[in-house]
């Protein structure tokens, strides 16, 4: 089969968070393969894979779903589709920082961009020396996923010492976490700023009912239009469309350059303190609001799936040159 006729891959994870974009493309009549990440298999010695184009949408929060080999299994289905030379759109360099809280610090680091003074350990016996370095009340977040159930917050050293010793810290299954400074959030608000090919595509504040900065939004279902319910406490949770200002949507557009993200999000809380802008999360691979065309104003698939459109094009397009 040429290269022009194979149908999209499109690797996701979660049965639910990917309907618009398979309708949108549906929509426009583009052929597409639904690859199940959490369920998958592959050959490393084929010379060629059934499509002209992989989009890669597996999010590292599967993790707590249970499709923990999905993050890890994306990774390297994604090296060996780049190395027949299919494109992808969020490839290993995206999968790569998703999958890591450390590597998003160690980005935002090396672009001089501000983020809570973290310590990174890899054993439960350093907790303890780590968080003496920093200022209470401290959060421990596993590293392979930002979800609120993975995060635990310690207003002081008594209390860490007694979760240690009651052995009820996890350092998730790669053994690494974040022992972070706590930012409590101005107004209990996070905001997100979706980018998509290098440009700002949207922005949205979410006014969370707990002193808690890092709910992620790709964990979160829709209980109305304009508002958001977790998956862990249903508690109500309210979105709304937001306009950052030019400076901190160049720092994400940055970040989104460094991270090597086709379409990915950026996320960043303000200090109730001292109005501080703290960056605190780098999503590759996330869903886009519910009912967008109520909270947004238009829909964001359709703009993916343009995206999509274009990176199918020069396949598609291609005439030879003529020589005279």
Same mark, same amino acid.
């Given at each position: 089969?040429? *290269?022009? /006729?194979?149908?999209?891959?499109?690797?996701? @994870?979660h049965?639910?968070?990917?309907?618009?974009?398979?309708?949108?493309?549906?929509?426009?009549?583009?052929?597409f +393969?639904?690859? $199940? #990440?959490?369920?998958?298999?592959?050959?490393?010695?084929?010379? @060629?894979?059934?499509?002209?184009?992989?989009?890669?949408? +597996?999010?590292s929060?599967a993790?707590?779903?249970?499709?923990?080999q999905?993050?890890f299994?994306s990774?390297?289905?994604?090296?060996?589709?780049?190395?027949?030379?299919?494109?992808?759109?969020?490839?290993?360099a =995206?999968?790569?920082?998703?999958? %890591?809280?450390? /590597?998003?610090?160690?980005l935002?680091?090396s672009?001089?961009l501000?983020?809570?003074?973290?310590?990174?350990?890899?054993?439960?016996?350093? !907790?303890?020396? #780590? =968080?003496?370095?920093?200022?209470?009340?401290?959060? *421990?977040?596993?590293?392979?996923?930002?979800?609120?159930a993975?995060?635990?917050?310690f207003?002081?050293?008594?209390?860490?010492?007694? #979760?240690?010793?009651? $052995?009820?810290?996890?350092?998730?299954?790669d053994?690494?976490?974040l +022992?972070?400074?706590?930012?409590?959030?101005?107004?209990?608000?996070?905001?997100?700023?979706?980018?998509?090919?290098? /440009?700002?595509?949207?922005?949205?504040k979410?006014?969370t009912?707990?002193?808690?900065?890092?709910?992620?939004?790709?964990?979160?279902?829709?209980g %109305? =239009?304009? $508002?958001?319910?977790?998956?862990?406490?249903r508690?109500?949770?309210? +979105?709304?469309?937001?306009?950052?200002?030019?400076? !901190?949507? @160049?720092?994400?557009?940055? *970040?989104?350059? =460094?991270?090597?993200?086709?379409?990915?999000?950026?996320?960043?809380v303000?200090?109730?303190?001292?109005?501080?802008?703290?960056?605190?999360?780098?999503? #590759?691979?996330?869903?886009?609001?519910?009912?967008p065309?109520?909270?947004?104003?238009f829909?964001?698939?359709?703009?993916?799936?343009?995206?999509?459109?274009?990176?199918?094009r020069p *396949?598609?397009?291609?005439?030879?040159?003529?020589?005279?």
């Open positions: 089969m040429s *290269i022009s /006729k194979r149908p999209i891959g499109i690797f996701y @994870e049965p639910a968070w990917f309907k618009p974009l398979f309708k949108e493309l549906e929509k426009r009549r583009i052929p +393969v639904r690859i $199940h #990440a959490a369920n998958h298999q592959y050959n490393p010695a084929e010379r @060629e894979v059934p499509y002209n184009l992989v989009v890669n949408r +597996v999010s929060s993790y707590l779903r249970g499709n923990s999905g993050v299994h990774a390297n289905y994604l090296s060996h589709v780049e190395r027949l030379g299919v494109s992808v759109i969020n490839g290993t =995206a999968q790569e920082i998703e999958s %890591s809280k450390a /590597k998003q610090l160690e935002l680091a672009l001089g501000p983020f809570p003074k973290t310590r990174i350990v890899n054993h439960v016996n350093q !907790i303890l020396p #780590a =968080a003496l370095a920093l200022r209470f009340p401290i959060v *421990i977040k596993v590293n392979l996923s930002g979800s609120v993975s995060v635990l917050r207003g002081s050293i008594g209390n860490l010492q007694k #979760a240690i010793d009651l $052995h009820q810290i996890n350092l998730g299954s053994h690494t976490a +022992v972070q400074e706590y930012i409590p959030a101005k107004e209990n608000t996070i905001v997100r700023i979706e980018t998509l090919n290098g /440009k700002f595509l949207y922005a949205v979410i006014h009912r707990s002193e808690s900065f890092n709910l992620r939004p790709s964990e979160l279902t829709y %109305s =239009a304009n $508002h958001w319910s977790n998956e862990n406490n508690n109500a949770i309210r +979105v709304e469309a937001y306009s950052p200002s030019q400076k !901190i949507v @160049e720092d994400a557009l940055r *970040i989104a350059k =460094a991270a090597r993200l086709d379409a990915g999000a950026v996320e960043y303000t200090s109730a303190v001292n109005d501080q802008l703290y960056f605190c999360n780098i999503i #590759a691979l996330s869903n886009y609001v519910n009912d065309i109520n909270v947004l104003g829909d964001p698939h359709v703009d993916l799936v343009d995206y999509i459109e274009e990176r199918m *396949i598609y397009d291609h005439e030879p040159v003529p020589v005279f």
